[in-house]
């Protein structure tokens, strides 16, 4: 019986310890992941999660996978909502609405592969890099008959969506 109560003690210390890390993450975390030490930073913090609190490394790492997935599915369902909402709006069409689907999957697929350049360049040429790709998105926005200030929220692209002011698509 005693073991039970001290096992459910570990449990809740550890789950508040996450909920703890989870909203920090939620406010800072997420450009630290984004970089390229950020699959190392998790790492530690499952690792010093597990020690402390003498828990299987395994099912740490499997509770931070859940959340990782069940963000990812709150923003695609976010991302749905709004791009639904802007083609019932009348603010793009079904045939824009298909197009930025495709970009933002075009996208996604190129980021690892985009961060990697990016790295290996001076902050001159990320800069340059950085033009480059808002040009190209300009275009194929053209292209599209799509205004980029109407799918800003869509998270397609960083810089994109407005969360860095002055750095992305949204000059």
Do not use: C
Not at 160 to 165: A, L
Request: proline share 1%; glycine share 6%.
């Amino acid at each position: 019986m005693k073991k039970s109560r001290k096992n459910n003690k570990k449990v809740i210390i550890a789950a508040l310890t996450l909920g703890a890390f989870i909203a920090v993450g939620a406010y800072g975390v997420n450009n630290v992941l984004a970089s390229d030490n950020g699959n190392q930073f998790n790492l530690n913090i499952i690792k010093k999660l597990s020690e402390r609190f003498s828990l299987d490394e395994d099912e740490v790492k499997a509770v931070f996978n859940e959340n990782r997935d069940e963000n990812k599915q709150r923003v695609q369902q976010q991302f749905e909502e709004r791009i639904n909402q802007s083609v019932a709006d009348g603010k793009i069409t079904e045939e824009q609405k298909q197009a930025i689907i495709k970009k933002k999957e075009e996208l996604q697929s190129q980021g690892n592969k985009m961060r990697d350049e990016l790295k290996n360049l001076s902050a001159d040429e990320r800069k340059l890099k950085r033009e480059k790709n808002r040009e190209d998105m300009e275009k194929w926005a053209e292209e599209n008959s799509i205004d980029l200030k109407e799918i800003k929220g869509f998270n397609i692209g960083r810089g994109f969506e407005g969360r860095h002011p002055n750095k992305g698509m949204m000059k």
